[in-house]
């Protein structure tokens, strides 16, 4: 299973921007999705989650600005990010439960390799 992340990029204050993330490989069933991010200097944190029955929740600093959302037959997630902010400056990772196999109840977490967003003007 692999996770691509990309969007990222400079955005202005009070601009936007969206981040997309595509899951391929050997799967059987995507689970919970989401988005976390880190910040120089800062510990990675839960940005947004997604459950496969599209329930959403946010992290408060970003509710309110940032959408999470999901197309399951394409197997992307999005982040819609409105108004950003220069302290949502960080790298944005997708990450993915996933159960491979029909035949196994086995289900493993996935990580995409990250993608830059730096809120400047």
């Known amino acids: 299973v692999q996770l691509q992340a990309y969007g990222g990029g400079l955005v202005q204050p009070g601009g936007s921007l969206r981040l997309s993330c595509a899951a391929s490989g050997k799967i059987f069933r995507i689970n919970d999705m989401g988005w976390y991010r880190q910040a120089p200097g800062s510990q990675r944190e839960l940005v947004a989650r997604?459950?496969?029955?599209?329930?959403?929740n946010y992290v408060d600093s970003v509710r309110g600005r940032f959408t999470i959302s999901r197309d399951n037959a394409q197997r992307t997630m999005y982040l819609q990010m409105n108004s950003p902010k220069p302290e949502d400056t960080a790298i944005y990772y997708c990450?993915?439960?996933?159960?491979?196999?029909?035949?196994?109840?086995?289900?493993?977490?996935?990580w995409g390799q990250g993608t830059l967003v730096t809120v400047s003007s």
């Open positions: 997604i459950t496969s029955g599209l329930i959403t």
């Open positions: 990450y993915a439960n996933v159960r491979p196999r029909l035949d196994s109840y086995s289900k493993f977490d996935y």
